[in-house]
């Protein structure tokens, strides 16, 4: 196309620092545009009965592209988010900006390939680098086709070849700056193609009177309508600047509303600015106070109970939007219409789950493990670096070893994997900021099993460029394995926490209301459902992936295959007996103790 301009399309790498994909497009690109899709299918509905992505991911999110944006800027660029399939909002964004470059990370698993196809088979040429390992693939002692079937063997293969990760790249200081935005007539078809991709949007966010998917052909009416939802819902998503390349042909320079149609803008702007935080305010502790403030003032009572309605709200409307039953989900198959049939009992605990998570707004003042809403443990490049920062200057990672099978609790574990997740943290600059803390403190059997634990997850990565789409069947790699059963009764009590079993339940339940689970409760909960209940280890992966924040595809996966016995492991599935693992590791009954007072409480 002879263009300089290059789109880079964030998509698990939300940073500036280290961020070899960015680095690619930069060095090619004249003008850089960089965006983020928010595809309306992380939310859609699983085979399951529940939405795919939950709230606590959602705000980490939002948080992170935020802080990314910020970063931008500070560089002299900006996030322009789209809303819509990225096989949608990409080529229409490409053709109004004239390009068909887009450069990206590389991710290995199914539907993000699919992605790149839909992409390259709508003319874009999609050029990808591969970021989000510790290790490079290309430098590991076999070919990633020969990669050992057995963890410990690759590990030690790893290391006996002294292998060590690159160092990270430093953040550029300057980025290129936006395209110029085209005008005429061309360019205008090309906006109202990517103006209607963010109409579709439209009805799954807050402003919903613009057009449906169903609708068909715009008229001029509902494109004016439309046009009227996108720019508040385009706002809503923090600002208005970044969606600048559909609006009209203006520049990002051109600021604020200016014509009356804008001022009109304005009010479905603030109502779904207001819709957003009132989601996000689902929060326990987004505003009554942090755990450390004790309890609240009559004030903070006063505006809990304000936001505890709106939360109700939010969670009340987001669940009426889900037809639950027949969206995608990351493994492949729909539902039977057995599945059909028992669908409303899962789709009932969901419900239920999500009126805990509203009901554990006023426990705000217990501890939780990843508080995601407090500042430091927000979303974001520069939280995760601020908590880097901070683990690595103590002595947490000494006793890394002897504490990482906590349960509860900021300290027990590095808490580095929701950053990790959504790429504001990239390995290299852990592993960099390790060897420094080994460097200045000395070595410790902790420092070197931080360094094991990120191998784990490389392992899993490298197993998805072995093994692909083979780890997305029902058996997995196991072709010796029996299909997994599904039973939603007894599925529904394991989501929500009403197995029976005290230690099953207490991490179900933390899980729904934080967002948040230990390893040791994650090891513990799989294996109940797949060794004691029978379920379909699917479910389960796809109940942590509407629940973690730090869900990553790859070792979300990988996790279940391997507790399932359906990975590459020869010695068969891992069951955790559940009462051997509450005595060694809840002797005192601490943990079971506070999830049941919240399950009480729930209740009421
Ligand atoms: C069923 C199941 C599902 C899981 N799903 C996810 C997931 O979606 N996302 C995710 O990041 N982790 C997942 N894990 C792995 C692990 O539980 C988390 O990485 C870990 O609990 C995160 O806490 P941390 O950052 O404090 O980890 P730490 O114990 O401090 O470990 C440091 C880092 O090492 C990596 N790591 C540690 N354990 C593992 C592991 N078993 N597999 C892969 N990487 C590991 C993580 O990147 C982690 O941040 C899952 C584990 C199980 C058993």
Known sequence: MGSDVVIFWFRSDLRVGDNLALAEACASAGRLLPVYCHDPAADAPTRWGFARRGPHRRAFLEAALDDLDAALRARGSALLELHGAPCEVLPALARAVGTDVVVCEAIAAPEEEDELAALRAAGLRVRTVWQSSLLDPAALPFAPARLPKVFTAFRQAVESAGLQPPAPLPAAQTLPPWP?????????????????????????????????????????????????????????????????????????????????????AERPIRACRRSYKDEASVLPCRSGGSRESGGATS??????????????????????????????????????????????????????????????????????????????????????????????????????????????????????????????????????????????????????WLWFELLWRDYFRFLHLQHGRRLYRARGLNAAAPPPAHDPAAFAAWCEGRTGHAFIDAGMRELAATGWLSNRMRQVVASYLIHDLGGDWRAGAAWFEAQLVDYDVYSNQGNWLYIAGRGTDPRGGRRFDPDRQAATHDADGAYRTRWAELDRRGAD
Request: overall charge neutral.
């Open 299 to 448: 004030d903070a009572d006063a505006e809990a109970e304000h936001h505890l309605r709106a939360c109700r709200r939010s969670c009340k409307d987001e669940m009426s939007a889900l037809p639950c039953r027949s969206g995608g989900s990351r493994e492949s198959g729909g539902a039977t219409s057995d599945a059909d049939a028992e669908a409303e009992r899962p789709i009932r605990a969901c419900r239920r789950s999500y009126k805990d998570e509203v009901s554990v707004f006023p426990y705000r003042a217990e501890p939780a493990s990843f508080p995601w809403w407090r500042p430091d443990f927000a979303g974001g490049e520069g939280a995760a670096l601020a908590h880097l920062a901070g683990y690595f200057a103590g002595e947490r990672p000494r006793h890394y070893k002897a504490t990482r099978n906590g349960l509860s609790g900021v300290d027990f574990s590095s808490k580095f994997s929701p950053w990790l997740a959504q790429g504001a943290l990239s390995p290299r600059r852990v592993f960099a900021a390790l060897r420094r803390h080994e460097a200045a403190q000395g070595a410790s059997e902790g420092s070197y």
């Open 180 to 264: 110029d935005l085209a005008t005429g007539a061309e360019a205008a078809h090309h906006l109202r193609a990517c103006r209607r991709s963010y109409k579709d949007e439209t009805p799954a966010l807050p402003c919903r009177s613009g057009g449906s998917r169903e609708s068909g052909g715009a008229t001029s009416d509902a494109d004016a309508e439309a046009e009227h939802c996108i720019r508040a819902c385009r706002r809503s998503y923090k600002d208005e600047t970044s969606a600048l390349p559909c609006r009209s042909g203006g520049s990002r320079e051109s600021g604020g509303a200016t014509s009356d149609a804008d001022a009109e």
